[in-house]
């Protein structure tokens, strides 16, 4: 069990349950001996900064508590900043809307990440990454998506107080101005290229909560999991839609799985991405993996 941690906490985590959530995960650790320094976010992207400016040293573990933007923001804080190799462990306290990453590592609720912490058994994590224009990487952990995903993820960021709902919500007015665009990608040499609806690069199983976007993907065997959704009808992707929750998604004709360790993407029009949750830069753009690079609590 680590003694001292460093909590990066989203005090806006999950709507206003934080405000409450917060001061019964500082008692939790306290009842278990665990002393930490506390540092709250005040800003969009403050957990970058926070946890690039701490004195790791000092620490036996560094936990985010908040949601999979605020875990994101924290490792690419760490991963910009120092060399893994120097990271203590790291933690994962699902405060947020969805909690996707959590489930991976068999974490569903604020207590099972305390738990997690304080068990102090760790996992070797993968760690994905992107780059535009061989500028710097961007991390990501769970899953960075581009077309469809995306356009529902801002649309349901306006419904973030409903929890899982939201997604739903956003899936349905996305479908309702449903575009395709052109995509030509490189997987492990591989060339992939037609219209499409959208693409997501996962790391882990999980998306919006619980949909099951990546039956097959393990954050530890060194490749990302793949899904591409090629054009479709409004209704079909009406009716694949309910299928994401069990894995099945894939059953629809128009829905292909691969793994790579590497990606070369370019898309006509460009398209945002969304790692982890976290609205960061367009393609287009490499994707790469660093195995088992960093250990998390789990």
Not at 185 to 190: I, K, R, T
């Amino acid at each position: 069990m680590p003694r001292h941690i460093a909590l990066i906490a989203n005090p806006y985590s999950g709507g206003k349950r934080a405000k409450t959530d917060l001061p019964r995960i500082e008692s939790e650790l306290i009842r278990h001996g665990l002393t930490y320094d506390l540092f709250l976010t005040e800003r969009h992207n403050h957990a970058v900064d926070l946890a690039c400016q701490l004195e790791i040293s000092r620490y036996d573990a560094i936990v985010a508590a908040g949601g999979d933007g605020t875990n994101n923001q924290m490792l690419n804080g760490l991963l910009s900043c120092f060399p893994a190799a120097t990271l203590p462990p790291l933690g994962l306290i699902p405060m947020g809307s969805g909690n996707s990453f959590a489930l991976d590592l068999d974490m569903a609720s604020i207590a099972d990440g305390i738990e997690k912490v304080v068990a102090g058994n760790t996992r070797p994590m993968d760690v994905c990454y992107f780059t535009q224009n061989e500028k710097e990487r961007h991390y990501f952990v769970n899953l960075m998506g581009f077309g469809f995903v995306t356009d529902v993820a801002v649309m349901a960021e306006k419904f973030k107080y409903l929890g899982d709902f939201s997604y739903i919500l956003g899936v349905l007015g996305c479908t309702l101005g449903l575009k395709f665009h052109h995509l030509e990608m490189e997987l492990d040499g591989e060339l992939i290229t037609g219209e499409n609806c959208f693409v997501e690069f996962c790391n882990s199983r999980f998306t919006g909560g619980k949909m099951l976007m990546a039956p097959n993907a393990k954050i530890d065997d060194g490749l990302f999991d793949v899904v591409v959704l090629g054009p479709l009808t409004r209704r079909s992707l009406l009716a694949t839609f309910p299928k994401i929750f069990k894995g099945t998604h894939g059953e629809n004709p128009a829905a292909h799985f691969y793994q790579a360790s590497h990606a070369v993407v370019k898309c006509v029009p460009e398209k945002r991405l969304l790692p982890d949750g976290e609205l960061v830069g367009v393609t287009p753009m490499e994707v790469g993996i660093l195995p088992q690079h960093v250990r998390y609590f789990g």
